[in-house]
């Protein structure tokens, strides 16, 4: 039996719950959305949350409510998911890409401050892995430049860094609610802040610029302040996610107990990320290092073990190369630990036997 890389976790009550919404009055645009809201920006301690149609959505309502323009530069780290740095173009502006820290893959927050121009908008860092990036510094360095500081926090929803949530740090919190992430609505996401103002921009971004509330039943008239998209969200994608929302506690500690016995059983030639001693950590990914990870990639698929690469750095893809001149050379860390990394199966459902079974698997093709 195939064992992928990650997969969600949807049982009866949480198909009850979809199908209760369904028989209600609302089936979009709903109670169940401010719900939702309230429900996933109290779990990380913000004020006010915005939930769209995807991950990808929310950082896209990120940067167009701090306000992103053509001519502005947005600082995102060299090895994460495409989306990151894309919405910085949807926006008309440059991402520039960070090197990573070759332990973590996190952003290097020593490197940062040197990327700092006149141009600035912003600083996005990313938990890679699910691992909390370097928000004490992140912060600091944000503060004194009065950036704002946005965390791509799609792989980390659980997460906690000096037993806080990022909240304390982080201006905005942008999540994914895709199947291979935390929890799921199938697709969805949310930002999440404390900036009333920011929260605003972004709850009119996603349905048009509209700025009148979609459940007011008073006059027909509305007017269109600014170009914005439709990035709603169902109430019953929603209801999913309320539903799914209740377990993820267990499920960081499920994941949690996974990556315990691969950093105890796994042998010396691979090698797992650090881990720093003051955070909780989601673990989305239990990400490897191995000098054959190639050889090592296609034969735990040939036995039917889902391993997969996250991820090539993003400024090495044509689209960057074309449309930004991007090249080898940019980000030596990432570009040297990219060849070596390997995600293997890590996700709540994934029972003791497909634990031992990819730890055993990989110690023997490892050799
Ligand atoms: C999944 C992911 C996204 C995008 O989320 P979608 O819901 O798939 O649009 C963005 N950034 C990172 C780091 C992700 O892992």
Redesign the pocket.
């Known amino acids: 039996m195939y064992i992928p890389y990650s997969c969600h976790n949807v049982s009866n009550d949480d198909v009850q719950a979809v199908i209760k919404t369904l028989q209600s009055d609302w089936i979009t645009t709903g109670p169940l959305v401010d719900e939702f809201e309230q429900a996933v920006s109290s779990f990380c301690e913000y004020d006010y949350g915005v939930a769209v149609s ?4 929310a ?1 896209h309502a990120a940067m167009f409510s701090i306000g992103v323009k053509p001519g502005d530069e947005v600082i995102v780290p060299a090895i ?2 495409v ?2 740095a894309n919405a910085v173009v949807f926006q008309g502006a440059t991402p520039i890409f960070c090197d990573v820290l070759k332990d973590s893959l996190l952003i290097d927050s020593n490197k940062v401050e040197n990327l700092i121009t006149d141009s600035t908008k912003a600083i996005v860092a ?1 938990d890679y892995a699910g691992h909390p990036c370097d928000y004490s510094k992140l912060r600091e360095i944000a503060d004194k430049y009065s950036l704002p500081f946005i965390v ?1 926090a ?2 980390s929803l659980g997460s906690t860094y000096c037993c806080n949530k990022v909240s304390q740090y982080a201006d905005l919190a ?1 999540f ?3 199947p ?2 935390s929890i799921t609505t199938g ?3 949310m930002l999440v802040t404390n900036d009333p103002k920011i929260c605003e921009k972004s709850k009119s971004f996603r349905n048009h610029g509209i700025t009148k509330d979609y459940k007011s039943r008073s006059g027909w008239d509305y007017e269109m302040t600014e170009l914005g998209y439709n990035y709603r969200i169902t109430d019953f994608q929603c209801a999913l996610g309320m539903s799914q929302l209740s377990k993820l506690p267990e499920w960081v500690i499920r994941r949690n107990h996974i990556a315990d016995y691969y950093n105890e059983n796994l042998c010396a030639q691979i090698r797992p990320l650090s881990v720093d001693s003051n955070v909780v950590h989601a673990y ?1 990914l239990y990400v490897i290092r191995s000098n054959n990870r190639d050889k090592l990639f296609t034969s735990l698929r040939k036995v039917d073990i889902g391993v997969n690469v996250h991820y090539m750095p993003v400024y090495l893809h044509p689209f960057y190369r074309d449309n930004f001149g991007t090249s080898e050379g940019l980000c030596p860390v990432a570009e040297d630990v990219y060849p070596t990394i390997l995600s293997i199966p890590i996700f709540p459902a994934m029972s003791d036997f497909e634990v031992e079974k990819v730890t055993d698997e990989v110690n023997k093709l490892a050799q």
């Not at 995807?54 to 959505?57: K, R």
Request: charged share 15%; aromatic share 8%.
């Open positions: 995807s991950g990808t959505a950082l994460t998911f989306a990151t990313v791509d799609c792989h942008v994914s609610f895709h291979v992430k697709e969805g996401g989305h």
